[in-house]
C-alpha cells in the first residue's frame, strides 16, 4: 500500500482510499434496511457504492449518475458476503473510470450472474447452517438458566459474520471479479455449498430430537413393575414421537399449508390432548 496526499489507498495504483472502504464496510450493515418487492436491495447496494462513485468519477457528473443508476438495478444476495460483490463492483467501476474502451454493461452483467451463487453460498452457510448451530447452543445453555446462552448465539454468529465481511470486501477490492471466476474454476464453489447443506441437514436432525419434547403419560403393567409406556417406546426407537411430529409438519408444508394455520391447531390440539389427560 501507498499513501498519497490525501489518505492510504487499498491498491497502489487504485484511487480508492481506505476510508471509502471503511465507509462501504459499515453501509453494508444497511443492506436490508431498505428491501422492496420491486428491486429488493438495490437502494441500499447504490448507499454502498456511493462512496466509491464518487471517488472515481468526482470530475464527471454524467459517469456518477450512470454509475448509481447501474447499482439501483435489481440486488439480491446473503447481507453477510454481500461486501464481495461490493469490491468487484467498486474494481470494475475503477477499471471503468481508467479504461476508455471497458464495456459498463459488464458491471451489471457480472453482478446478475455473481449474485446467485454467492446467495446460495452464503444463505447455506449463515442461515441453513451457522444461524441453526448458535440456536442450538444459545437454546441448551438458555433452558438451563445459563446467561451465556444468548451471548453465545450472538457470538457464533457474528465473529465469523464480520470477519468474513472485511475480507470479502478486501479481496474483492484487490482482484475484481477474477477473485470470482477463480474459485468458480476450481470447483470450490459446489464443494462448499454441498458441506454446508449436510452439515446443516445434521444439524437440523440433532435439533429435532432434542429441542421437539412429547411425552406419554400411559402406564402399563400392575403393581411393583408399573413402567411408562414412553420408555419402551424410547428403548426401541429414542425420540421417535419427535422425529414423526416433525415428518408431520415437514408433509403438512409440503402440501402448502400455512404455517400460522399448522401453529395454531398445535396449539389447540396439544391443549386438548392435556386436559383430556393423554399428554
Known amino acids: 500500500m501507498t499513501t498519497n496526499s490525501k489518505a492510504q489507498t487499498i491498491r497502489p495504483d487504485s484511487k480508492i482510499t481506505r476510508g471509502d472502504f471503511w465507509s462501504c464496510f459499515f453501509r453494508s450493515l444497511t443492506l436490508d434496511s431498505s428491501w422492496n418487492y420491486e428491486r429488493m436491495q438495490n437502494l441500499a447496494f447504490a448507499y454502498m457504492m456511493s462512496p466509491i462513485i464518487r471517488r472515481l468519477y468526482s470530475d464527471d457528473e454524467q459517469a456518477r449518475i450512470a454509475a448509481l443508476e447501474r447499482h439501483l438495478e435489481f440486488m439480491s444476495v446473503t447481507p453477510h458476503i454481500s461486501t464481495l460483490l461490493v469490491g468487484i463492483a467498486g474494481a470494475m467501476e475503477e477499471e ?71 475480507f470479502a470486501l478486501e479481496q474483492g477490492f484487490k482482484a475484481g ?29 440433532g435439533m429435532t430430537a432434542t429441542n421437539i419434547w412429547f411425552e406419554l403419560p ?13 420408555g419402551y417406546i424410547d428403548q426401541i426407537m429414542p425420540a421417535f414421537f419427535p422425529m414423526a411430529f416433525f415428518v408431520l409438519m415437514y408433509w403438512l408444508l409440503g402440501k402448502k399449508i400455512k404455517t400460522t394455520t399448522i401453529l395454531v391447531a398445535v396449539f389447540v390440539i396439544c391443549i386438548a390432548l392435556c386436559g383430556l389427560g393423554v399428554l
Open 96 to 166: 471503468n473510470s481508467k479504461n476508455p474502451d471497458f464495456d459498463p454493461r459488464s458491471i451489471s452483467a457480472v453482478k446478475s450472474s455473481l449474485m446467485g451463487p454467492m446467495a446460495g453460498i452464503g444463505d447455506s452457510f449463515f442461515w441453513g447452517t451457522l444461524k441453526v448451530i448458535a440456536a442450538g447452543v444459545g437454546i441448551a445453555l438458555s433452558m438451563n438458566g445459563n446467561i451465556a446462552g444468548p451471548i453465545a448465539f450472538l457470538l457464533i454468529i457474528n465473529i465469523p459474520h464480520f470477519l468474513l465481511r472485511y
Open 218 to 230: 400411559t402406564m402399563i403393567g400392575s403393581g411393583d413393575f408399573v413402567e411408562p409406556l414412553q
Open 177 to 205: 471479479s477474477q477473485f470470482f471466476k477463480d474459485l468458480s474454476s476450481t470447483g470450490l464453489i459446489q464443494k462448499i455449498t454441498t458441506a454446508a447443506s449436510m452439515l446443516g441437514l445434521m444439524v437440523i436432525g
